[in-house]
């Protein structure tokens, strides 16, 4: 097995250490209190090539492979999981999305935008009666000739009141059932496109995550996404990849708690001595890095499979499901490591233990993933070895 990463991987991923700490970490933690969108963050993110790592240098993007992405998702995660996941949906769910499925006239006129961060775009899935369950979509598209007209509501849409373009799932042909739906590619100024309110949440709160409105809003036949139908089957293999950037940012939260625990650990003293000296501490340290590097190399796998063109849907869910859990176990140790310090905004790990719960809820809950998994390994789908 090979573990060493290329010289042009380590370059990414001191990059983004680098701006984490310097650009991320000043001002994360009132934003995070006010709720406060990372405008400038954003920029100087797009500015790096962070917007469209994998997209060919031809569109605008960086080129990159999956590998160099997650790198550089796991360093900003580790310091701001909001910064992180307007990268993730940008780079996973849009940019590859496009990449992939669209055609000659889409990415010249969207990928090429998105990819270089002059604009940002948006995934709309889920609606108030659709999450775990993406085949029961309200939102229809009804198709016109030229056009089809457009009316539903998404919900939980990071990157909601900021993007200028969103990717929505629709229904085409109720009859059909999953084989019906379609993806559109909608402009966020278009008539009859409406912003909600920005949601309150638990943690990532400086993320951007609204309620859109669609109402009659009129969509180009140019703007569908492959062929009638193929909406459902694009939207799962978006999210597949896209498991792969949020598995990459639990780790970088897991590894961020870790890696303050330890600090403060060997800085804290009790007893006449660093509480990392004493075994019930140590060994919290030692059960935190272990899982950590076991989430690490989840995570590089499904990368790698997927730079490999290999089939990565299990690899994906496998890697999402225990990143996360991992990362929600770890920052809660690693207040506890803190004890009353840890539950102070000061410290940040209180902050990374809000951030770490959403890892375990979107682009596809942790009992989903399982389901994933549970019907792969008992369809016989072979296991793929990391080389």
Known sequence: MIFNLTEEQLAVQEAAREFAQKELLPGVIERDREMKYPRDQVRMMAELGFLGMMVDPAYGGGGMDSLSYVLAMEEISKVDASCSVIMSVNNSLVCWGLETYGTEEQKQQYLTKLA???WVGAFCLSEPEAGSDATSQRTTAVDMGDHYVLNGTKNWITNGGTSQVHLVIAQTHPEKGHRGINAFIVETSWPGVTIGAKEDKLGIRASDTHTIMYTDVKVP??????????????????????????????LGIGAGAYELALAYAQEREAFGKPISQHQAIAFKLADMATEVEAARLLVYRSAWLKDQGKDYDMASSMAKVFASEMAMKTATEAVQVH?????????????????????QIYEGTSEIQRLVI???ILSGTPYVGVI
């Open 221 to 250: 036949k140019a703007n569908r996404i492959g062929e009638d139908g193929f909406g459902f089957k694009f939207a799962m293999k978006v999210l597949s990849g896209g498991r792969i950037g949020i598995a990459a940012q639990a």
């Open 374 to 376: 549970s019907r792969s």
């Open 339 to 359: 004890g009353g310090y840890g539950y102070v905004k000061e410290y940040h790990v209180e902050r990374l233990m809000r951030d770490a719960k959403i890892t």
């Open 116 to 118: 270089p961060g002059e």
